[in-house]
Each structure stands twice: as structure tokens, then as C-alpha cells.
């Protein structure tokens, strides 16, 4: 399975950007996806999760109300729709696949789970 993750760029706060992942080679009929992302000296953190043939989103606090993902099972795409975008949301974000399937936080949240992963995609968010 490819990841390829696009959409990134430099923004300003207050301002929304869509990112888009999308997936190739054996796609799985189950599993899970997600989206990290790895801020400036952190380390890669989570951000949003959920099956690929479910609809149970896991969110980070940091962007409830925020951010939202949708899917294109026919298009093998995954979305991450952010808005009210905030300095501190300044990362590389990376998609993510996981062949297993779950319905718990501390799995989708854990960068061990997902076997996949994409090439990340710059997000600049100037204030």
C-alpha cells in the first residue's frame, strides 16, 4: 500500500486548507487511517483516525471542532478538512494506514499501529 499526501502550504490563522491522501497498490477492504502530523522540535503526534469502512472518527483535543476527515472509498482518498487554522497547527502532516481494525483511541493514536505511511505534506500557519 502507497500513501501519497498533498494539499499542504502556508496560510494564515483564522484560514482553512483541505489536505488529501490518497492510497494505492493492495488496498484493504477494512483497516484504519489517519492522519499525524510532527511539529517543529516535537515528536509525530496524533491527529485523526477512523476506519476505512467506518464512520466512529477519533480526534486529538487539540483539533475537535476543527478538523474533520472524510473518505472516498471509491477514489481510495482520505481527506482532512481544517479550519480556524492556528499558528501552533504548523506541522508536516502524514497519512497513515493500519491493516487492523479498532475502535480504540490509544490505537488509533499510537504511530505503531500503522504500517503505511505516506510522504508528509508541509502546513505553514503564519499569525
Known amino acids: 500500500v502507497q500513501l501519497q499526501a498533498s494539499g499542504g502550504g502556508l496560510v494564515q490563522a483564522g484560514d482553512s486548507l483541505k489536505l488529501s491522501c490518497a492510497l494505492s497498490g493492495r488496498i484493504f477492504s477494512s483497516g484504519s487511517v489517519a492522519w499525524f502530523r510532527q511539529r517543529p522540535g516535537k515528536e509525530r503526534e496524533f491527529v485523526i483516525g477512523?476506519?476505512?469502512?467506518?464512520?466512529?472518527?477519533q480526534y486529538a483535543d487539540s483539533v475537535k471542532g476543527r478538523f474533520t476527515l472524510s473518505k472516498d472509498n471509491a477514489q481510495k482518498t482520505v481527506y482532512l478538512q481544517m479550519s480556524s487554522l492556528k499558528p501552533e497547527d504548523t506541522a508536516v502532516y502524514y497519512c497513515?494506514?493500519?491493516?487492523?481494525?479498532?475502535?480504540?483511541?490509544?490505537?488509533?493514536?499510537?504511530?505503531?499501529?500503522?504500517?503505511?505511511w505516506g510522504h508528509g505534506t508541509q502546513v505553514t500557519v503564519s499569525s
Open positions: 477512523v476506519l476505512w469502512t467506518g464512520d466512529n472518527t
Open positions: 497513515a494506514a493500519a491493516v487492523p481494525k479498532t475502535s480504540y483511541y490509544r490505537d488509533y493514536a499510537s504511530v505503531g499501529f500503522y504500517k503505511y
